[in-house]
């Protein structure tokens, strides 16, 4: 009995283990099965690349289990509603948002799925030059919330001191601008521009280069004659007592240049180094008697002659200047219309009213005034006017015009006194 119930319990064990053991070998060939029938698929995941075995019937099934999802600016390999197959290659890349700003202007945001700074600017259709400015290199790699600024080059026309070029520039102010190129300024140098301002093409740089010289010239100062009257010499004679010597004056200017040329000059101080000094010379003024001249009781038409000879002799034709006393003088010209001129001669003529009138300026005591002259280089004149600069050997002729008082200048002419 007791054999009985031992062999029917080793029974009942038996059975126990033969279901549980039975169990086991289905649910392992169930899970041998199941996992013989996923797909292996390789996914590249922003460049990591994964084996993966997968039940997912499409490819937006598969990227769910992988925890992806796809957004718009995303790039991917397949359609999320291609159905996976074994050994396919999925790729996947995330775009990655970034910041654009050329020319310092608004900035405008990109997605982009390139991997390098490089590669974002050939899928947008970016060209730049190597004198641009990029604020990163070609190679440096996309990263989220990237900020990234060009500034391309332009042409700028820079005149500096008179000399004009084109330069390439990347900088935003006339003062970076200057700095870039080295260009410095000196303290009285003009700049067309604020220093501060924005520069760009449309904005031309002038510099104009400003330089304060002195400059001292050395004048000589013309002597003067004073003429004292002899009664020792015939009248009309003239000998010189005492020989005039020119002075000497040193005058310094402060000189303005601007590029070179210059634009303003002012007297500064005036020296005297030698004084001038004056020529004395005497006139004449014996009066030498005449002999009688020898007559006959002749006829009347003999008296008549002697007298139409004797006074043909004292007439003189206004072209015969045989007998006039000859000067040396240092001539110069002027008009009638400088600044603060009336016009008015000293002897009353009216020049403004007679243009074309021959009238000379003298010193009166080496040529009296109204006397009639003749003047090299300039014809027949009176003696009419007189100026402040005139003393001795020095003479003003009166022309019409500025320019024909430029054109005659400066220079030394005979000089006849006539009457």
């Given at each position: 009995m007791k054999l009985?119930?031992?062999l029917k319990s080793a029974i009942s064990h038996m059975m126990v283990w033969a279901?549980?053991?039975a169990v086991l070998c289905i649910a392992f060939l169930v899970t041998v099965s199941y996992e013989a029938t996923k797909a292996s698929v390789q996914v590249t995941q922003n460049g990591q690349k994964e084996l993966i075995r997968t039940h997912a019937n499409t490819i937006d099934d598969l990227l769910s289990e992988l925890d992806v999802t796809v957004e718009q600016h995303d790039e991917l390999s397949h359609n999320l509603s291609d159905p996976v197959e074994y050994g396919m290659d999925v790729t996947y890349i995330a775009s990655k948002s970034?910041?654009?700003?050329i020319d310092r202007n608004n900035t405008e945001e990109y997605n982009t799925t390139a991997s390098t700074v490089?590669?974002?600017f050939e899928q947008e259709g970016f060209q730049f030059e190597e004198r641009d400015e990029i604020s990163h290199e070609e190679d440096t790699p996309i990263e989220e919330g990237m900020d990234i600024q060009i500034q391309q080059a332009f042409q700028v026309v820079v005149n500096d001191g008179g000399e004009s070029?084109?330069?390439?520039?990347?900088?935003s102010t006339v003062e970076d601008f200057l700095d870039e190129q080295e260009i410095s300024l000196d303290k009285l140098d003009e700049l067309n521009v604020d220093e501060s301002d924005r520069i760009t093409a449309d904005t031309p740089i002038t510099i104009t280069r400003v330089e304060k010289v002195t400059d001292v010239v050395e004048e000589e100062v013309d002597y003067t004659v004073e003429t004292k009257k002899d009664s020792s010499l015939p009248k009309g004679e003239k000998k010189v007592i005492t020989s005039g010597e020119k002075g000497l004056i040193t005058k310094k200017y402060e000189v303005i240049l601007k590029n070179g040329k210059e634009t303003s000059r002012e007297l500064i101080e005036e020296n005297v180094e030698k004084e001038s000094e004056k020529e004395v010379v005497?006139?004449?003024t014996k009066v030498e008697e005449k002999t009688p001249a020898t007559t006959t009781a002749s006829s009347s038409s003999s008296n008549s002659s002697s007298s139409s000879s004797s006074q043909a002799s004292t007439t003189v034709s206004r072209n015969d200047t045989g007998g006039a006393e000859t000067l040396y003088m240092h001539a110069t010209a002027y008009t009638a219309n400088c600044s603060g001129c009336s016009g008015i001669t000293a002897t009353g003529i009216n020049l403004k009213a007679n243009p074309n009138r021959k009238v000379v300026a003298v010193d009166p005591n080496v040529i009296p005034l109204g006397s009639r002259v003749w003047v090299e280089g300039y014809g027949y004149a009176v003696a009419g006017d007189t100026g402040g600069a005139i003393n001795g050997n020095r003479i003003d002729l009166f022309v019409s015009s500025k320019s024909e008082a430029l054109n005659f200048g400066s220079r030394n002419v005979k000089v006849k006194i006539l009457d």
């Amino acid at each position: 009995m007791k054999l009985g119930r031992m062999l029917k319990s080793a029974i009942s064990h038996m059975m126990v283990w033969a279901t549980v053991i039975a169990v086991l070998c289905i649910a392992f060939l169930v899970t041998v099965s199941y996992e013989a029938t996923k797909a292996s698929v390789q996914v590249t995941q922003n460049g990591q690349k994964e084996l993966i075995r997968t039940h997912a019937n499409t490819i937006d099934d598969l990227l769910s289990e992988l925890d992806v999802t796809v957004e718009q600016h995303d790039e991917l390999s397949h359609n999320l509603s291609d159905p996976v197959e074994y050994g396919m290659d999925v790729t996947y890349i995330a775009s990655k948002s970034i910041n654009l700003a050329i020319d310092r202007n608004n900035t405008e945001e990109y997605n982009t799925t390139a991997s390098t700074v490089g590669e974002f600017f050939e899928q947008e259709g970016f060209q730049f030059e190597e004198r641009d400015e990029i604020s990163h290199e070609e190679d440096t790699p996309i990263e989220e919330g990237m900020d990234i600024q060009i500034q391309q080059a332009f042409q700028v026309v820079v005149n500096d001191g008179g000399e004009s070029e084109k330069v390439w520039t990347t900088e935003s102010t006339v003062e970076d601008f200057l700095d870039e190129q080295e260009i410095s300024l000196d303290k009285l140098d003009e700049l067309n521009v604020d220093e501060s301002d924005r520069i760009t093409a449309d904005t031309p740089i002038t510099i104009t280069r400003v330089e304060k010289v002195t400059d001292v010239v050395e004048e000589e100062v013309d002597y003067t004659v004073e003429t004292k009257k002899d009664s020792s010499l015939p009248k009309g004679e003239k000998k010189v007592i005492t020989s005039g010597e020119k002075g000497l004056i040193t005058k310094k200017y402060e000189v303005i240049l601007k590029n070179g040329k210059e634009t303003s000059r002012e007297l500064i101080e005036e020296n005297v180094e030698k004084e001038s000094e004056k020529e004395v010379v005497a006139l004449g003024t014996k009066v030498e008697e005449k002999t009688p001249a020898t007559t006959t009781a002749s006829s009347s038409s003999s008296n008549s002659s002697s007298s139409s000879s004797s006074q043909a002799s004292t007439t003189v034709s206004r072209n015969d200047t045989g007998g006039a006393e000859t000067l040396y003088m240092h001539a110069t010209a002027y008009t009638a219309n400088c600044s603060g001129c009336s016009g008015i001669t000293a002897t009353g003529i009216n020049l403004k009213a007679n243009p074309n009138r021959k009238v000379v300026a003298v010193d009166p005591n080496v040529i009296p005034l109204g006397s009639r002259v003749w003047v090299e280089g300039y014809g027949y004149a009176v003696a009419g006017d007189t100026g402040g600069a005139i003393n001795g050997n020095r003479i003003d002729l009166f022309v019409s015009s500025k320019s024909e008082a430029l054109n005659f200048g400066s220079r030394n002419v005979k000089v006849k006194i006539l009457d």
